[in-house]
């Protein structure tokens, strides 16, 4: 069965691209340009992966990503977006999305992505066999994507579990962001280890961690990070 993408964007020559170019590559694919329609489809049409423009009529790729994330529907999001600034790539992974690329992208390095976020991200069947486990006084739901603090529940993405997962499979050993990387993001990603840095700071602020004195996840300077048992 061919897996389903659908592409959310508004610039009708990038869109017909995109759809083109997956197609080729064996996926079915769905797309809008409206952000107001795009979480009724993730809803009724369930796609494997979703790319999201940010600049959207209706409603922004950033809302559209909240609202997601707000229906607990787990659908890897990868944000497209012509802004470079850091603040807006935190932005976007702070509200769930799982990576971006900003435009104008190489398709060699958007085929990696999608495909490295469709090996990330585990059937239903497979999230509902994993336990729930701690972080200190932090449980991780892995089936509902959530961590839960106190009262307080939190939004995981499927990235931010798959590197909680490996800090608690690999406590007090330091790992390096290389190995992070190609764990978490998959041998084929392109990006720098910044991306890395920006989850690991989004990942200690749902932990409850200050950011300047974290008690949980340890950064090794110069190598890369360590959870303290």
Request: aromatic share 4%.
């Amino acid at each position: 069965m061919k897996r389903r993408l659908l592409i959310v964007e508004d610039d009708s020559h990038i869109a017909l691209g995109l759809e083109e170019l997956l197609k080729s590559e064996g996926f079915e694919v769905c797309r809008t340009g409206r952000g107001d329609e795009a979480v009724d489809l993730v809803r009724r049409w369930k796609p494997a992966l979703i790319l999201l423009d940010v600049m959207l009529p209706g409603l922004s790729g950033y809302e559209v990503c909240r609202q997601i994330r707000e229906r607990h529907l787990r659908t890897p999001v990868l944000m497209l977006t012509a802004k470079g600034q850091e603040l807006d790539k935190v932005v976007g992974l702070d509200l769930g999305a799982d990576d971006y690329v900003t435009k104008p992208f190489g398709v060699r390095e958007l085929l990696a992505r999608i495909h490295a976020l469709l090996r990330r991200s585990q059937p239903e069947e497979s999230r509902e066999a994993e336990g729930c486990f701690r972080i200190g006084d932090v449980q991780v739901d892995p089936r509902r994507l959530q961590l839960m603090r106190g009262g307080t529940v939190e939004e995981l993405t499927p990235r931010e579990l798959k590197l909680l997962q490996l800090f608690v499979a690999h406590a007090g050993e330091v790992l390096s962001r290389d190995r992070l990387l190609n764990e978490a993001w998959g041998h084929g990603y392109f990006g720098t280890t910044r991306t890395l840095d920006q989850v690991i700071v989004q990942l200690r602020r749902k932990l409850g961690e200050r950011a300047e004195e974290p008690r949980h996840l340890l950064t090794v300077h110069g190598v890369g990070y360590r959870l303290r048992p």
